[in-house]
């Protein structure tokens, strides 16, 4: 009897014990949906990358002797929706089992759940084998904490996986953290080698997304589209960043820079995030490298980059399973406002929010601190609604898969869940912005003024949300030098801001 493995679009994962040896009565299933390609607008790029990801683990799975049914978005036998598929293929097949990795999408292991019971054959669940942790390993820790710290969190993993851990059970190096360490800005110096090139054929694909009339934003060019695709695009990004940029990824990883939108981060977030690559593999690596290096890499460099992978990322999925389907509907602050429209073409005059989009539009990405501290800094500040950022930030970018967006935008960007997740809402002025990038020096905005036409929006606005939302934040004990400063402003200037906060939130697109 024929037994259906089906395989989504983000569990690429090549070493998963289901593909340990070959069976004849076993049929991966795999497919390209409009279900999947039309709950959100996506970024042309991100809908590509995981098609093109897709076709090639396909053909890989074919080369190795598996037995394969693949379903291209134009296929006019494609049923576009997940229920459909699965009762097409088991029927066609005469399968007898039906079997499935845990999705890391609420939304897609709610509705396995719902086909699974209505089939009358033998449903099984396997684990995706990509993680550290489970989806449970989180809340079991914190049980019984009154607060859910990442530091907390991310300490016991480095001891329970003895990550940069030594014999006495301390971290090396004597701190377990270095962010301290990490918030330099980059002046052009030392300089950045070129990304490696993959050459990917991306024609055929993008003729496949028109002829199916799936809508998109951003921009891609055929000619040069260099996302990892494949497990060996993604080892060669490892061994890139581990050579070239790792040295440096430490010192530099909160920098922004008008002239390079990577600088020295790895891009390997979507291999990542599409199971192309596991996390302990990417750490094992690092490790290894740095263990090799003759004491030319700091441990700075080398724990701030584990921190994003072994704590942040593994913490964002154990936030993710331990508040759906709740943390959707967050809205702490109750703001309403619609998102500017200016973050689906960069036409503004504020020029970090222009750059950060612009790169965005261009690349489908953007790291961590243009995110965060502008485009997501913005959104708060004009008290935009968190549905509206949230359908932003998960279609713009090439890694955004739920699970992961949703924890950062709405939880550490927008502190929509009030504090479940950041314990206090990452905001901040122009002075930030400045200090952090070359972006204040061609703006047509003064980073150093509050108020007036010239005054950089950001700094009103910082200081009208405070102003705004004190009866929510008087209390939080990281939010006490903010509000002492603030009551140090002169009521006249403070009435200033608040009307020039008025009029950027009523149009923001004219700023």
Sequence with gaps: MTRIRLILGDQLNENHSWLSSTDTEVIYLMAEMKQEATYVTHHIQKLIAFFAAMRKFA??????????????????????NLRDLIYRTIKEYNADTFEYQMPDEYRLDKQLERVCESLDISCNKW???????????????????????????????RKEHHILINED???????????????????????????????????????????????????????????????????????HFNCNL??????????MDTGEPFLFHSRLSFALNAKIISPGEVIEKVIHHYRNSSGDIHISQVEGFIRQILGWREFMRGIYWMQMPGYKDNNFFNNSNPLPDFYWTGKTKMNCLHHCIET???????????????????ALLTQTHPDETDL??????????????????????????????????YIASAN??????NYCKRCEYDHKKRTGDTACPFNALYWNFLDSKKEQLKDNPRMGMMYRLLDKIDENELIAIRKRSRAIMENPDKF
Excluded: C
């Excluded at 701190?175 to 024609?203: A, L, T």
């Excluded at 930030?432 to 990038?437: E, F, L, P, Q, W």
């Design 59 to 80: 053909a890989h799975l074919e080369n190795e002797g598996h037995r394969v049914v693949y379903f291209r978005i134009t296929d006019p036998d494609n049923p576009q």
């Design 127 to 157: 684990d995706s084998e990509h993680f550290f942790t489970s989806r449970t390993t989180l809340s079991e820790f914190f049980k019984g904490k009154r607060q859910l710290l990442m530091e907390t969190f991310y300490r016991m993993m």
């Design 169 to 239: 059970g301390d971290p090396e190096g004597g701190k377990w953290n270095y962010d301290k360490s990490n918030r330099k800005n980059w002046k052009g110096d030392p300089g950045i080698p070129s990304i490696p090139k993959f050459h990917h054929d991306i024609r055929e694909i993008y003729d496949d997304i028109e002829k199916a009339g799936l809508p998109f934003l951003g921009r891609v060019d055929p000619d040069a589209f260099n996302w990892p695709i494949q497990r060996e695009n993604a080892l060669t990004l490892l061994e």
């Design 246 to 255: 790792l040295p440096h990824f430490g010192d530099f990883q909160d920098a």
């Design 360 to 378: 965005s539009l261009n690349h489908a990405y953007a790291h961590h601190i243009q995110r965060l501290m502008v485009t997501g800094n913005f």
């Design 392 to 425: 932003w930030y998960l279609g713009i970018y090439i890694d955004a898969v739920e699970w992961v967006e949703i924890t950062n935008t709405r939880g550490m960007s927008q502190y929509a869940d009030g504090g479940i997740l950041a314990t206090k809402p």
């Design 432 to 437: 930030y912005i400045n200090k952090m990038s």
